[in-house]
C-alpha cells in the first residue's frame, strides 16, 4: 500500500488546532460554520482517522435543529486513513484504510472507539465508504 504523504512520521509534530463544520448559535438561530477546534487525541482503545470522506445525513440535520448553543462539531460517520493508534488497540494499524462510526465527523480528524472502525474494502473508494451509514 503506497504511504499517503499527509501521514505523520514518529517525532513529526503535531498541529494544535484543525478544521470543522460545527453548529453554533446567532440572531438567526443555529448556523453550520467551518472553525479551528482542537485536534482530539485518542484514548486506549481509540484510533484517529484523517477524514477524507464523510456524509451529511438526516441525523446530522436533527441534530443541527437541537443544538442548545454549541458549537457541537456535526458528522456522524467519517471515512479515512489511520494516524495514530491507542495502546490496546488490535487489528488496525497506522495507515489503514477504515470507515467509522464518528461523532464528528465532519472535521479534519475524529477520534472513534476501534470497535467502530472497520477496514474499507479494497474495491470501494473514499467516497462510497460513509454511505452505508446515511440512511440510519
Same mark, same amino acid.
Given at each position: ?8 512520521? =514518529?517525532? @513529526?509534530?503535531? *498541529?494544535?488546532?484543525? &478544521?470543522?463544520? #460545527?453548529?453554533?448559535?446567532? %440572531?438567526?438561530?443555529?448556523? $453550520? /460554520?467551518?472553525?479551528?477546534?482542537? =485536534?482530539? @487525541?485518542?484514548? *486506549?482503545?481509540?484510533? &484517529?482517522?484523517? #477524514?477524507?470522506?464523510?456524509? %451529511?445525513?438526516?441525523?446530522? $440535520? /436533527? ?21 495514530? %493508534? ?51
Amino acid at each position: 500500500m503506497m504511504q499517503d504523504s499527509r501521514l505523520r512520521s =514518529v517525532g @513529526e509534530r503535531e *498541529p494544535e488546532s484543525m &478544521k470543522a463544520i #460545527v453548529v453554533e448559535q446567532d %440572531v438567526k438561530g443555529s448556523v $453550520l /460554520a467551518m472553525t479551528d477546534i482542537p =485536534v482530539p @487525541e485518542p484514548g *486506549p482503545s481509540q484510533v &484517529k482517522i484523517r #477524514v477524507r470522506t464523510a456524509s %451529511v445525513n438526516r441525523a446530522d $440535520l /436533527a441534530q443541527r435543529a437541537h443544538s442548545d448553543g454549541g458549537p457541537v462539531v456535526v458528522g456522524l460517520d467519517a471515512a479515512g486513513d489511520v494516524v495514530e %493508534v491507542g495502546r490496546e488497540v488490535i487489528g488496525i494499524r497506522v495507515g489503514d484504510r477504515v470507515m467509522a462510526i464518528a461523532n464528528g465527523g465532519l472535521s479534519e480528524e475524529v477520534v472513534v472507539d476501534a470497535a467502530l472502525a472497520v477496514p474499507i474494502p479494497e474495491t470501494w473508494s473514499y467516497a462510497g465508504a460513509p454511505l452505508p451509514s446515511s440512511g440510519l
